[in-house]
C-alpha cells in the first residue's frame, strides 16, 4: 500500500512539474505571427481612377479566406481607412464581413474612418459594440499579446485633412511607452508613415520628425506598420523598421503576413505579400492607376526575410567582443611592464655583440703574425679551432630574459 501510495504522489509530482516548465517557457511566447491589412475603403460608391471601390467588399472577401487559410495567426491588424467614408452602413458592412474571419482583429484609424456622416466618438462607440476585442477608452493604446512583445497603436488622424499630427499627448505615450519597455519588442500601428513611400505633401504626418527622434532614443527591435499612402515598401536600419502596406482596393491589392521570432541574442522577421486572387479586378485597376510600379514597390519591398543581431549581454557576439577588448587591455598592460621591470643598468643589445666580437679579431690577427714568422713553402694562415661552447658563444647575441 505504502508503495501505492508513494508512485501516486510522484506522478502528480511530474504532472505539476511538466505543467509549471510548459507555463515558464512557450516557443510560442517568443514569436508574435499577425496579418496586417489596410485601406479596405468599403463602400459602395462607384470605382474611381485610383480605388476599386465597387469591388471593396469582393476584395476584403477574398483576403479574409486568405487569411483563414494561415495557421497559428495571434490577431489581424488593419492600420486605418476601414471604410471609404464614415457612415453606419459602411461599418455594419465591414464588420459583417468580418464575421467570417477566425482571428480576432484589432485597429488604428485613418482620415476615411472619421470622415463622413458619423463624429469621432460616434466612431468609437460603433467599433467597441462590433468588436468585443476593443475595450479601450480612446483611439490610441497599448497593449501586451505576449510577455516579448508591447503594441503601441496611435491616431495621427486630422479633421477635414489628409495630412496627419501626433498631438504632444500621444507623443509623450510612446515616449513613456518605449521607455518602460526597453526589454521588449514594440510593434507600432499608426495610418500615417513617419518614413514616406515617396513624397506627397498633402498626405504626409506633419510632425514625423518628432515621432522619429523618440524612436531612435532607444535600442531595442521596433517595427512601425502604416498605411494610407496605398504603397508598398519595407524599410530597415538597426533595431527600426518601417512597414507600409498597400491598400486593398488599389493596385496590388495585397496584405502581409508577417512574423517576428524573438532570440536572445538576435531577432527573426519573416514579412510575406499575399495579393488578392482576383486578377481581373486587379488588372482593370492596374491600367486606370498612374505609375502602378511605384505602389507595388521592389521585391524587396514585397518579400523580406532578415536577422537583427541585437547586443544582448549574453548573445555570443557581445561575448566575442569582451574577450577582444579583454585581449586588448592585457598585451598592453603586459608591454608596460616588460618596459618598467627591465633593469636600467643593462646595455644594449649592440654593444655586447661589438664586445663579444673583439677577441675574435685580435686573436686571428696574432695568429697570422706567429705564422709569418715559419719557414714555409706555402703562404696562408693557420686558425685555430675553437671548442663548440666557445663557437655557440661568439655566435649566439647574449638574450635579454624579460619579466
Do not use: C
Not at 655586447?352 to 673583439?358: A, G, I, N, P, W
Amino acid at each position: 500500500m505504502k508503495n501505492k501510495y508513494l508512485n501516486l504522489i510522484l506522478i502528480l509530482g511530474f504532472i505539476i512539474f511538466g505543467t509549471i516548465s510548459a507555463q515558464a517557457f512557450s516557443f510560442r511566447n517568443m514569436t508574435l505571427d499577425l496579418v496586417q491589412i489596410s485601406d479596405t475603403h468599403i463602400s459602395d460608391r462607384q470605382d474611381t481612377a485610383y480605388k476599386a471601390l465597387g469591388s471593396s467588399k469582393e476584395l476584403l472577401k477574398d483576403a479574409i479566406e486568405q487569411i483563414n487559410n494561415i495557421k497559428g495567426l495571434d490577431f489581424v491588424l488593419f492600420t486605418g481607412d476601414m471604410v471609404d467614408s464614415a457612415t453606419e452602413e459602411n461599418y455594419h458592412n465591414f464588420y459583417k464581413l468580418l464575421t467570417k474571419l477566425k482571428y480576432p482583429t484589432l485597429n488604428t484609424f485613418g482620415n476615411h474612418d472619421f470622415h463622413g456622416e458619423m463624429t469621432k466618438q460616434e466612431v468609437l462607440e460603433t467599433v467597441k459594440s462590433y468588436n468585443p476585442n476593443y475595450t479601450f477608452s480612446d483611439s490610441y493604446y497599448a497593449f501586451s499579446p505576449k510577455t516579448d512583445y508591447r503594441i503601441i497603436i496611435l491616431d495621427a488622424t486630422m479633421e477635414d485633412s489628409a495630412n496627419g499630427m501626433l498631438a504632444q499627448e500621444q507623443l509623450q505615450f510612446l515616449d513613456n511607452e518605449l521607455n518602460q519597455n526597453q526589454d521588449k519588442i514594440v510593434v507600432i500601428a499608426l495610418h500615417h508613415p513617419s518614413v514616406e513611400p515617396f513624397v506627397a505633401s498633402e498626405h504626409s504626418m506633419l510632425n514625423a520628425n518628432e515621432f522619429n527622434e523618440i524612436l531612435l532614443k532607444y535600442k531595442n527591435p521596433i517595427i512601425v506598420l502604416s498605411g494610407h499612402y496605398h504603397a508598398t515598401r519595407l524599410r530597415h536600419w538597426g533595431n527600426l523598421v518601417f512597414v507600409s502596406t498597400p491598400s486593398m482596393v488599389t493596385y496590388p491589392m495585397a496584405f502581409r503576413h508577417i512574423k517576428i521570432v524573438n532570440f536572445k541574442d538576435r531577432v527573426e522577421y519573416k514579412f510575406e505579400f499575399i495579393p488578392t486572387r482576383l486578377d481581373e479586378i486587379k488588372e482593370q485597376n492596374r491600367q486606370s492607376v498612374i505609375s502602378y510600379s511605384t505602389l507595388s514597390g521592389n521585391i524587396y519591398d514585397r518579400e523580406l526575410s532578415f536577422i537583427y543581431h541585437k547586443k544582448h549581454p549574453k548573445s555570443a557576439r557581445y561575448k566575442r567582443n569582451k574577450i577582444k577588448n579583454a585581449n586588448k587591455q592585457t598585451k598592453t598592460t603586459e608591454k608596460e611592464i616588460k618596459k618598467l621591470s627591465q633593469p636600467q643598468d643593462i646595455k644594449p643589445k649592440k654593444t655586447k655583440e661589438k664586445k663579444v666580437k673583439q677577441p675574435k679579431e685580435k686573436k686571428v690577427k696574432e695568429t697570422k703574425i706567429k705564422n709569418e714568422n715559419k719557414k714555409s713553402l706555402f703562404n696562408f694562415s693557420f686558425f685555430k679551432k675553437k671548442n663548440k661552447i666557445e663557437q655557440q658563444e661568439l655566435q649566439e647575441p647574449l638574450q635579454l630574459q624579460e619579466i
